[in-house]
C-alpha cells in the first residue's frame, strides 16, 4: 500500500519540481483561460510573468492581500520604479485581486470552500503553465478559537469538515469524492519553530481546525439570523470540539488542504483567532486591534519566506 500512495504522489510533479497536473483533457486545449484571474495561457505569456514564483499567499479579502504584498515587498527588499505601485493583475475579473512581488504572489480567495475552490483550480493551473518548480502555498487568514484568546495564532495541523472528518467530500458526476484534509507536516513544525524566535506579546500554537460552510449556525453561533438551539446546547457542543483537538474554526482550510495536497503542493494554513468561541459569538475587538492581529499570520510567513531566501 505504501508503494502505491508513494507512487501516486511521485506522478504529481516532474522531477524538476514542476507541477504535473492530474488532467489529461488541458494539454488538447487551444487555450487555457483562466476566467476568474483574467488570464490566459495564449493571452498572456505566463511563463514570463510567473514562472519565478516560489510563495503563493492567499487570503480572504483584496485588501488585506495587496497590504501583504506591500508588506512583503519590503521584508524582502523587493524594488518596483519609485512612484509607480503594484498592479492588481486580476482587477479585470472582479473577483480576486492578484498582486506579484518577485517571488511571492499574493491572492485573495473571498469567503468559503466555493470560493477558494475555483481560486485553487486557476493557481494551481497557473503553477502549470508558467511551469513553477516547487511552490509552497499559504493560507494566511482569520478564525474562531476554541478556548484560545483573541490574537493567537494558530497552524493547522489537519483540516477537518463538520462531521470532524479528515476529509473533504465532494460530488463529483454525481458520486461522492473524498480527498484528505492533509498538510504539510514538516512547514507546520517550521512554522511553529519560526515562531518561537521571536520574542511576541502572544502565543503560536498548532492544532486541528474544523472548516464550515457556514459563518453562523454551521460554527454553533447563537446571535445569526436563526438559531433552533439553546446556549446550553452550543457550549456543549463547543467543549465536545475542544475534547476531540480543535483549536480553530474557519471556512477554506479543508479546500486548501485537499486541493493542494492532491495536486502534491506543500501547503500551511496560518490563521489569527478574533474571539475565543467559548466566551462567545461576536467579534467585538476593535478595528485597530483587529488589523494589527491579521498581520501576525502575515508576519510569520514572511520570516519563513525571507528564511528560505537566505535573507536571514
Ligand atoms: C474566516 O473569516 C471569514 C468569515 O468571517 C471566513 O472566510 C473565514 O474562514
Ligand atoms: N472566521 C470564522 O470563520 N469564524 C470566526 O469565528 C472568526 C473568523
Known amino acids: 500500500k505504501l508503494i502505491r500512495l508513494a507512487k501516486t504522489f511521485k506522478v504529481q510533479k516532474y522531477s ?28 498572456h505569456d505566463l511563463i514570463e510573468m510567473f ?24 521584508e524582502i527588499d523587493y524594488k518596483i520604479p519609485s512612484g509607480t505601485q ?10 480576486y485581486s492578484m498582486y506579484k512581488t518577485g517571488p511571492v504572489l499574493s491572492i485573495s480567495h473571498g469567503m ?11 493557481v494551481i493551473k497557473l503553477m502549470y503553465h508558467a511551469k513553477v518548480s516547487d511552490p509552497i502555498f499559504f493560507r494566511i ?6 478556548g484560545i484568546d483573541g490574537g493567537t495564532v494558530i497552524i493547522t495541523e ?12 465532494l460530488t463529483v458526476l454525481g458520486k461522492k469524492v473524498r480527498r484528505p484534509g492533509k498538510l504539510d507536516k514538516r512547514l507546520c513544525d517550521e512554522l511553529l519553530a519560526i515562531s518561537r524566535e521571536t520574542d511576541e506579546p502572544y502565543e503560536t500554537v498548532s492544532g486541528k481546525t474544523m472548516c464550515t460552510d457556514d459563518f453562523y449556525e454551521g460554527q454553533g453561533r447563537l446571535d445569526g439570523a436563526f438559531c433552533d438551539y439553546s446556549e446550553k446546547e452550543k457550549m456543549s457542543y463547543i467543549h465536545h470540539l475542544q475534547r476531540t483537538g480543535v483549536t480553530n474554526i474557519e471556512m477554506e482550510s479543508l479546500a486548501f488542504a485537499a486541493l493542494t495536497h492532491h495536486a502534491g503542493i506543500r501547503a500551511a494554513v496560518v490563521c489569527v483567532t478574533l474571539l475565543d468561541r467559548m466566551r462567545g459569538d461576536q467579534v467585538l475587538a476593535p478595528k485597530e486591534v483587529l488589523n494589527e492581529w491579521q498581520r501576525r499570520p502575515q508576519k510569520l510567513v514572511a520570516r519563513y519566506i525571507k528564511k528560505q531566501l537566505g535573507l536571514i
Open 16 to 43: 524538476n519540481g514542476t507541477i504535473k497536473l492530474r488532467n489529461p483533457h488541458i494539454n488538447f486545449m487551444d487555450q487555457d483561460i483562466l476566467y476568474h484571474l483574467a488570464l490566459g495561457s495564449e493571452s
Open 51 to 74: 514562472h519565478d514564483v516560489k510563495f503563493v499567499c492567499i487570503g480572504g479579502t483584496p485588501k488585506r492581500m495587496e497590504e501583504f504584498a506591500y508588506y512583503i515587498m519590503k
Open 86 to 95: 503594484l498592479l492588481d493583475i486580476s482587477q479585470f475579473s472582479y473577483r
Open 112 to 122: 468559503g470552500i466555493p470560493s477558494v475552490s475555483i481560486l485553487l483550480h486557476e
Open 141 to 146: 487568514g482569520t478564525c474562531g478559537g476554541i
Open 158 to 169: 489537519e483540516a477537518l469538515n463538520s462531521d470532524l472528518k479528515s476529509y473533504q467530500e
